[in-house]
């Protein structure tokens, strides 16, 4: 993410610790877009999601014309890069995060009108949300025809989708979601059933896309998948 030549990419281990002694069923290694082994950049503490969502931008949004472009829960190397590039109007938006530009609620947005951004990133924010229909929906509203935007979850292995946003047990989110703070876990065909059931488009992006040396440069695992959705254009 910041340009710089590093010998190595750090771990992230208390994860899997964390998993195991909640008796999470599956690894580190089943989840689709978590190099945990080489995860965060040591200069820029870029994660290897961020990593890839820089890549996608460099090679797929080209600066051809000004994009109005809104990310969700911003991470600060991120959110460097977007706001340096010239060609992007950038705002961020959290319903906590002092940092965010904007304060708002993903189910409900009304600072927003219709057809606001041109282009949006929703980063490991569903699977918080306990309405995700209302907040895919919302990001749906605010997307102007054919704008883009980068939808991603964490991803367990397909037949694992689990959803309950009544579990409110930290320990119990952590067996079944992941995470002490998530309400469902995603599966691949789920996730991707439910933004095309919001109006999306679906398009998944991976090694293949960018090259298995691309990928091993900016240490990205070869079984990462980038989602991305796009608001049909008006007829």
């Known amino acids: 993410m910041c340009g710089n030549h590093v010998r190595f990419f750090s771990i992230t281990g208390r994860l899997g610790r964390t998993l195991g002694k909640h008796?999470?069923?599956?690894?580190?290694?089943?989840?689709?877009?978590?190099?945990?082994?080489?995860?965060?950049?040591?200069?820029?503490?870029?994660a290897d999601r961020e990593r890839l969502y820089k890549l996608y931008f460099d090679r797929f949004v080209p600066p051809d014309r000004v994009r109005r472009v809104l990310d969700f829960a911003p991470s600060r190397a991120l959110g460097e890069y977007l706001r340096g590039r010239a060609d992007l109007r950038y705002r961020s938006a959290d319903i906590a995060m002092k940092n965010a530009d904007d304060k708002v609620d993903i189910t409900d947005m009304p600072i927003y009108a219709d057809a606001s951004f041109d282009f949006f990133i929703c980063s490991h924010v569903l699977e918080h949300v306990a309405d995700d229909a209302k907040a895919i929906s919302e990001l749906f509203r605010i997307s102007s025809p054919g704008a883009q935007g980068i939808v991603m979850t964490p991803v367990a292995p397909e037949g694992s989708f689990d959803e309950d946003p009544t579990v409110t047990d930290t320990n119990e989110r952590w067996r079944r979601f992941a995470q002490g703070d998530h309400v469902r876990l995603y599966d691949r065909s789920t996730l991707c059933s439910r933004l095309r059931a919001g109006g999306f488009d679906v398009q998944l992006l991976d090694v293949e896309t960018f090259g298995a040396e691309v990928f091993e440069r900016h240490g990205i695992g070869h079984s990462s998948v980038l989602y991305i959705v796009s608001k049909p254009t008006a007829d």
């Open 23 to 46: 008796q999470y069923p599956y690894t580190l290694d089943d989840f689709e877009t978590l190099n945990h082994r080489r995860y965060l950049c040591p200069v820029c503490i870029s």
